[in-house]
């Protein structure tokens, strides 16, 4: 079974701030998939980025970055310098290759407040 | 992007009613599942289908179904709404390389 976990409910920052939001992942599949969602106050899911489990590379986007370790079963996003458009809940989500569905697992999400 | 609609945007309904959400993609895309979140919990998938023929039950299906009429479009329908289906119910769809892409949502309140 597919597992994820963001133990972070809330965490509100100030503008500029980093922030760094934790995503810990459980499946006994060796192919599967990692994303990142963020949902504004208008309620939509934007999706940010996947990644492979076979590619470890960090990456990088504008005041984005991710943090994927294998060894710890970790894929944490940060965003560098914050702004208050960044304020929305971030989910993190799980897709196994193996499963004979398409299904994402979602974590619990985390509600990011970035005052100004 | 995946061109994923859904109507109606909110919905006010009263238990017992049965209601009709609708689901349309535009990139002929063979996979479509419908999600709902509530606070705290994440989103968990009540129903997928990979065609039109074939269509399956996710984690919390009870109390749901669905209808695939073509491969652009999937309903899900609330046979008898309870006030516990109060939720924002997302429908989404797969784009190559295994990312889902989700609609705008529908809000439901059952009353």
């Known amino acids: 079974a597919q597992k994820v976990t963001q133990a972070q409910t809330e965490i509100s920052v100030v503008e500029k701030e980093d922030v760094t939001l934790d995503c810990v992942y459980e499946?006994?599949?060796?192919?599967?998939?990692l994303f990142w969602y963020k949902q504004p106050p208008s309620g939509e899911l934007v999706f940010l980025i996947r990644r492979n489990s076979f590619d470890e590379q960090n990456e990088i986007s504008g005041r984005y970055s991710w943090n994927f370790q294998k060894s710890t079963s970790s894929f944490n996003f940060t965003i560098t310098a914050s702004q208050v458009v960044d304020s929305a809940v971030y989910f993190c989500?799980?897709?196994?290759?193996?499963?004979?569905?398409?299904?994402?697992?979602f974590g619990q999400g985390t509600i990011l407040t970035v005052h100004p | 992007d995946a061109d994923v609609t859904q109507t109606p945007r909110n919905r006010i309904t009263k238990t017992g009613k049965r209601i009709m959400l609708e689901c349309s993609q535009t990139k002929g895309h063979d996979r479509m599942y419908w999600y709902r979140q509530d606070p705290g919990l994440g989103l968990r998938l009540i129903y997928y289908s990979f065609d039109v023929k074939d269509i399956n039950k996710g984690e919390i299906s009870d109390g749901y179904s669905v209808s695939r009429q073509a491969q652009a479009k999937f309903s899900l329908s609330l046979e008898s709404a309870i006030p516990n289906q109060t939720a924002l119910y997302f429908c989404?769809?797969?784009?190559?390389?295994?990312?889902?892409?989700f609609g705008p949502g529908t809000r439901l309140t059952v009353l």
């Open positions: 989404a769809t797969d784009l190559p390389g295994h990312t889902q892409y």
């Open positions: 499946t006994r599949d060796t192919t599967y998939y």
């Open positions: 989500a799980l897709r196994a290759g193996g499963t004979s569905y398409g299904k994402l697992t």
